[in-house]
């Protein structure tokens, strides 16, 4: 198992936006893809930081969703609340408790 954990810092006040955002739009991106298995946005509103974590069966399958036009597109309406650049990392999963 893989984990995806994408981190950004977002404009004040526009948290609850992008959750939304996130809840009406990643069921459908994800739908078709076998190996998706759970998410979770996750916000500091402290420091306007998201985080996204995205477990996937298989790192590969992320990198399929990423480079579709659907991502992409879906993403343009998320970068709009962007501060700057999001992190994102791919991560194994060795240990699961």
Do not use: C
Request: proline share 3%.
């Amino acid at each position: 198992m893989y984990v995806v954990v994408t981190t950004v810092e977002v404009e004040p006040g526009s948290v609850e936006r992008l959750a939304e955002l996130f809840d009406s739009t990643n069921r459908d991106l994800v739908a078709g893809h076998d190996d998706w298995i759970a998410a979770y946005f996750t916000a500091n509103r402290s420091t306007n930081m998201v985080t996204v974590v995205a477990h996937w069966r298989q790192a590969s399958s992320y990198e399929v969703l990423r480079s579709s036009a659907e991502f992409q597109s879906t993403m343009v309406k998320f970068a709009e609340s962007f501060v700057g650049p999001p992190s994102v990392s791919v991560n194994e999963v060795l240990v699961e408790m």
